[in-house]
């Protein structure tokens, strides 16, 4: 059964630094490589963000409910945001204009809006950062009142005791500049949207190949270059 969604947050970051990167995720994912230190950070970043969870001793975690049913994410978030006054949810998940977004701690006050906190382990409030949270707050605020959306970050550094917890957590409001960027994400969907339709970009490599992340493609794209050059 076709998905109900095109795109993911880590699919737009993707597309954001490079289109053919983007078409890559979306048809041939199987391609990508990391590195170790690539698998070691993911790993730092999930022990970070279940730290912080933590500080939610009751909250509802959607993927371990659902684990791979993705398309189900959003029914069982709007389920329980509709039912319950308060509540805690990790991994929410919430679909606009063909993308789904999964939030790391969302807080359903009394008032029926939301609180969405955004878990982030490295030690500075990247501008890479804020692109994934201002896409996480368009999706959401098509979907449900938002009252707050903040980053939270890693105070000490990357290294930190996370036994320690009490100042490790910076958390920054964001709200007013994520909700002045809608246009701009609506726009930049549309365009991938626009790219998904055709085929594999040919795309050259360069230095955003690095930046802001090492594309796991790089490798199968560096080939492409070697075939080019027996011609
Ligand atoms: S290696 Fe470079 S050109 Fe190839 S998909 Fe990645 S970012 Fe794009």
Redo the contacts with the bound molecule.
Sequence with gaps: MAQSYLLTKSKYIRGL?????LW?DVYNPKLARYTAEQMRRFDHGREFEYAFKDTFPDGIDISAELKRNTDAYPILTAQLLNQEEEVNLFEAGFLYNDVLVLADVVHRRPDGTLDIYEVKSGSTLSETYKRDAALQHYVIAHCWEVNKFCVVYNGMSDKSDLSDRSDNFKVVDLTDELAAQHSEIENNIALMKEILQHGEPA????Q??LEPYA????H???QGIRQMSLF
């Design positions: 630094q490079c289109d053919r990167a890559l795309t050259p490599t360069g955003h190949c594309c796991p493609y790089q199968y794209c560096a």
